[in-house]
């Protein structure tokens, strides 16, 4: 059964701060690894994608990935209100897949 | 333009009706999709579409119907549902099947089986 980890949260951080997301994953053989953010009530947005070990960075957002540890994680810097979701890990469970297999995903609460 | 868009937003419909959701794409996307989400768990696969062809069936019961008219439309057809269908119903797209490509979610359909 191949299956994508996250930390329920909720995570609460303040206004500023840096917002840490982590995801593992059971499938050696993923190849690639999607962040979606969800806002309550409505559909996930594709935030970050990234597909080589290391870190790719997207204005305030980060991610970063160790296939090796097959651990993904999702930084987020001077968080904002605005940022309070719930935030998904997604990931395609071999290099033949298409299904996303999504984490449970983690609730973020950024207060002001 | 990564807008995927999906109508009716909102549907209430009792275990007799038949009743169709509708998603639509202009991004030139060949792989389109439909998830299931209930209230806080993630999305779930139900079908994907690569090409206007039925790819992934993920053993959805045969009260939802999915068509793919053309490389743009995807419709998703229900009849005599059940109230534990009541669900988000997403729709979403890629450029085409494989890990690789991102997906891209629609608004969502809030389906509601009285």
């Known amino acids: 059964q191949k299956e994508v980890e996250q930390n329920s949260g909720p995570l609460s951080v303040p206004e500023g701060a840096i917002a840490s997301l982590n995801c593992t994953y059971s499938?050696?053989?993923?190849?690639?690894f999607f962040w979606y953010r969800q806002y309550s009530g409505k559909s996930p947005e594709l935030i970050m994608s990234?597909?080589?070990?290391g870190d790719k960075e997207d204005g305030r957002f980060t991610a970063q990935l160790n296939k090796a540890s097959q651990y993904v994680s999702l930084l987020i810097r001077d968080s904002q209100p605005s940022d309070s979701a719930t935030y998904l890990c997604a990931v395609p469970p071999n290099q033949a897949g298409t299904a996303l297999i999504f984490g449970k995903g983690t609730t973020l609460s950024v207060s002001s | 333009d990564t807008e995927v868009t999906q109508t009716p937003k909102h549907l209430v419909m009792g275990m007799t009706n038949k009743k169709s959701l509708k998603c639509e794409q202009h991004m030139g996307h060949r792989a389109m999709y439909w998830y299931k989400q209930k209230a806080k768990k993630p999305p779930e696969l139900m079908f994907v579409y690569s090409y206007e062809k039925l790819s992934i069936n993920e053993s959805v019961p045969s009260r939802f119907s999915p068509e793919c008219p053309n490389s743009s439309l995807l419709n998703l057809h229900l009849h005599a549902l059940q109230p534990e269908d009541s669900a988000l119903y997403l729709c979403?797209?890629?450029?085409?099947?494989?890990?690789?490509?991102?997906?891209?979610f629609g608004p969502g359909t809030r389906l509601t089986v009285l």
């Open positions: 979403a797209s890629s450029h085409q099947q494989g890990p690789y490509n991102e997906q891209f």
């Open positions: 499938d050696r053989g993923s190849q690639s």
């Open positions: 990234i597909y080589s070990n």
